[in-house]
């Protein structure tokens, strides 16, 4: 089992900057994925942006050159710097974490960009 526990959302108004971070409860795997997806309300959850524990990343189209994803292995967490925010980008954000173990969900935290 893995816990994750996620932080930073909040308000925040057009063209501004938010930092999340979601800290998992043990070691990151070597095979493990990480990432960022998002669900508005009425919407699906939808990929945001993953890294692997090597540092690969995939983003969405959405978010490419707005938003960074990155990871501190020796602190078991994951930071999703978002930049240029817009209306758009407000959901419920949820970390996950997947290995050959398992797939494992954060309890969300919510993001809201005002125009």
């Known amino acids: 089992q893995v816990q994750l526990v996620e932080s930073g959302g909040g308000l925040v108004q057009a063209g501004g900057s938010l930092t999340l971070s979601c800290a998992a409860s043990?070691?990151?795997?070597?095979?493990?994925?990480m990432g960022w997806y998002r669900q508005a309300p009425g919407k699906q959850r939808d990929l945001v942006a993953t890294?692997?524990?090597?540092?690969?990343?995939n983003y969405a189209d959405s978010v490419k050159g707005r938003f960074t994803i990155s990871g501190d292995n020796a602190k078991n967490t994951v930071y999703l710097q978002m930049n240029s925010l817009k209306p758009e980008d407000t959901a419920e954000y949820y970390c996950?974490?997947?290995?050959?173990?398992?797939?494992?969900w954060g309890q969300g935290t919510q993001v809201t960009v005002s125009s």
């Open positions: 043990r070691t990151i795997g070597r095979t493990a994925v």
């Open positions: 996950n974490y997947r290995d050959w173990q398992g797939n494992y």
């Open positions: 890294i692997t524990s090597g540092g690969s990343t």
